[in-house]
């Protein structure tokens, strides 16, 4: 039985039942990181795949095999919630030649990481969400001032167009699909107004991201992804940094059943990191 891209057998299954039915106060999460380190589920950097596997939990229960204990509801702060401070105010508005702006990349910390939250929140049209599993984010700034916020994330889990692009087998993709890394999040602040600005940004990143990303996660992600409202952009600042427009998603979303599109369609977008990023992907050949 396959889950989250690993194999479980029946020993396994047996073992989660047998902890579910003698810890009357176990909790799903304790049940994954109980399960991650007694079967050594881990991350390339040795952290415990207790994300992943809270998902397989899910689906072992879908298909029966297993009764999860009650969910037990934890208060998140709400949206309107995330802290409003000086720094995420309107500024003067920023027009000058793209080239003259002195951008550097800025990885957010602990310390950073309430002032990105609010700027994404403030004036991105999609608002503030926690990015899932493995995340970087970027503030750009022209010297002292934040001019953009980027944000990486994990990949979509099956996208026809990106994986026919690719060519990989569901094995393939279910073992290499952490090679992939989503563009989730692109704000240029509202007040900054310079043609070509965008794909500079994105030139810089793109040129960053391998090795930052590789430096936490000591994974080197070979391929960039990312989704594009149609009614919204036409993707024009990807192009211009030599993404690949390679089709468009469905619109019905990951679990609906119907055939009509019931969320936005979004253009599917790609940028290789390695020139070899396909015979990777597919377990073909080595990273040289």
């Avoid at 310390?111 to 994404?120: A, K, Q, R, V, Y």
């Avoid at 004036?123 to 010297?143: K, M």
């Avoid at 055939?259 to 990191?273: E, G, N, S, Y």
Wanted: proline share 5%; charged share 25%.
């Amino acid at each position: 039985m396959r889950y989250s891209g690993r194999d479980f057998n029946d020993d396994e299954i047996q073992w989660l039942n047998a902890q579910i039915a003698q810890d009357p106060d176990l909790t799903r999460t304790i049940l994954s990181r109980r399960f991650c380190e007694q079967f050594g589920w881990k991350k390339s950097n040795g952290t415990l795949k207790d994300v992943s596997c809270r998902v397989a939990l899910l689906r072992m229960e879908e298909d029966h095999l297993l009764t999860l204990p009650a969910r037990r509801m934890h208060p998140r702060p709400a949206r309107f919630l995330i802290k409003r401070t000086l720094f995420g105010e309107p500024r003067a508005a920023i027009t000058k030649p793209a080239g003259s702006f002195q951008l550097s990349l800025d990885v957010v910390t602990q310390h950073s990481s309430g002032l990105w939250n609010e700027l994404i929140d403030r004036y991105h049209y999609l608002g503030y969400q926690t990015l899932p599993g493995a995340q970087l984010r970027y503030l750009v700034r022209d010297e002292e001032d934040i001019i953009a916020c980027l944000g990486f994330g994990a990949p979509a889990w099956k996208v026809a167009s990106r994986d026919r692009f690719i060519g990989w087998t569901t094995a393939q993709r279910e073992g290499h699909l952490h090679l992939v890394v989503n563009n989730a999040r692109f704000l240029i602040m509202p007040w900054v107004r310079s043609h070509n600005l965008g794909s500079r940004i994105l030139s810089l990143v793109q040129h960053s991201l391998g090795d930052d990303w590789e430096q936490v996660y000591h994974v080197r992600p070979v391929l960039l992804e990312t989704f594009v409202e149609q009614r919204r952009f036409t993707g024009a600042v990807y192009k211009a940094s030599n993404w690949l427009c390679v089709g468009e998603t469905t619109g019905r979303g990951k679990k609906s059943r119907s055939t009509r599109p019931l969320i936005p369609i979004k253009t599917v977008w790609l940028f290789p990191l390695h020139r070899h990023f396909r015979s990777i992907l597919c377990g073909r050949a080595g990273r040289s």
